[in-house]
């Protein structure tokens, strides 16, 4: 696995622990991002965020 790959892999699992256990904002998540993986990876935790809302219609909790 190349760098870039496991910096990615890395911001979304970080994305994860951010939001479900410590009940971060999403603003919260991507600034803890940024300040400890860098700029690229808080990037891609924004553009998982806009997947995950884009596929949230209805407001419910049904990403998947």
């Given at each position: 696995m190349g760098k870039v790959q496991a910096l990615l892999m890395e911001a979304e699992e970080t994305l994860d622990w951010c939001l479900t256990d410590?009940?971060?904002?999403?603003?919260?998540?991507l600034e803890y991002i940024n300040d400890k993986h860098g700029g690229m990876a808080m990037n891609h935790a924004q553009d998982v965020l806009k997947k995950w809302n884009d596929k949230d219609v209805d407001d419910e909790l049904t990403v998947k």
């Open positions: 410590k009940g971060m904002t999403n603003m919260q998540a």
